[in-house]
């Protein structure tokens, strides 16, 4: 039997990474389109898809660990779908249906941060967690789980970054930028909302800037949070605004504080960690989910 090749799709709101891959070790050629409007985009992939055929064969399965929200219920005719989302000519887009059916292959499907908390515990920071999570600050701020090893679902998917944070004292005025609830977390600490703050990014911020003790509360409210819903051995911290120097460092520490000496955890510098996949852990957690969907 000839060796599997898999198509990876992490499809992000502003790119897509596309990778042909034989292992998490074995990654032949990865390539990057720009998210414009979902008809080009996908003919971007399957033109890059394509070509790797021509030289490695057919694919065993894709996996697409994609933005959101998106339909995971495999019982809904909408399965593999982009739902409604705020992103212009996206709602309804079935991206599952488009690979599956360009290459005839079964295609594995979920939360871009579902994929990379599944490719954390296979190859990464979470190896050996029965229950961990994965959380992306960025452009937006969003949250996978696994539980007993399986990426959590529920009638749709968890949706951490829209979680109301306790306000800090010195961001009372701050409206929040979310369209659906404002002042939610994504609101109040992802990149755009630290922009539309302080008119530039976290790190371009000098260290003693109050912004980086407001941003490290909230990020830290959900953590502590998580612990009381999920109990995770572990959790890992991804995203661009997480490159800010310092900035796990005081989130570990105000975890620690809101959580009073509760939840048995003595160590949050365990507990609360940076990819270990780097910023592989996206397009490896496609991997994971073709792989899945092969088996
Ligand atoms: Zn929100």
């Known amino acids: 039997m000839s060796e599997p090749l898999f198509g990876c799709i992490e499809a992000g709101g502003t790119k897509f990474v596309l990778g042909v891959a034989r292992a998490h070790d074995r990654v032949l050629r990865t390539h990057r389109v720009p998210t414009t409007g979902p008809r080009e985009t996908i003919d971007a992939a399957l033109a890059f898809f394509d070509e790797a055929a021509r030289e490695w064969g057919a694919y065993t ?126 609101g109040l600490a992802s990149g755009p909302a630290i922009q539309a703050r302080w008119g530039c990014s976290l790190s371009d911020l000098p260290s003693g800037h109050e912004a980086h003790a407001i941003i490290a509360s909230y990020l830290a409210q959900l953590f502590v949070t998580q612990q009381a819903l999920l109990s995770p051995r572990r959790i890992v911290l991804g995203g661009g605004v997480m490159a800010t120097p ?45 792989q899945r969907a092969a088996r």
């Open 61 to 186: 399965a894709f996996g697409i660990a994609s933005f959101g929200p998106v339909d995971l219920d495999r019982r809904s005719l909408d399965w593999g779908r982009i739902t409604d989302t705020p992103k212009p000519g996206w709602s309804g887009t079935d991206l599952a249906g488009a690979f599956g059916a360009a290459f005839d292959c079964p295609v594995g499907f979920d939360t871009d941060v579902n994929g990379a908390a599944l490719a954390e515990h296979l190859w990464g920071a979470c190896v050996g967690a029965d229950v961990a999570t994965y959380v992306t600050v960025g452009t937006g701020i969003g949250g996978g789980a696994l539980v007993e090893e399986r990426p959590l679902h529920g009638a749709r998917h968890p949706e951490m970054g829209h979680v109301y944070p306790r306000r800090h004292a010195d961001d009372r005025d701050f409206a929040g930028i979310c369209p659906f609830h404002g002042d939610c977390l994504e």
């Open 246 to 290: 310092g900035l796990i460092e005081r989130v570990r520490d105000e975890a620690a504080r809101l959580a009073g000496g509760y939840f048995g955890t003595p160590d949050y510098a365990a507990l609360v960690v940076p990819p270990g996949l780097g910023d592989r852990a996206g397009l490896l957690g496609a991997l994971a989910l073709a």
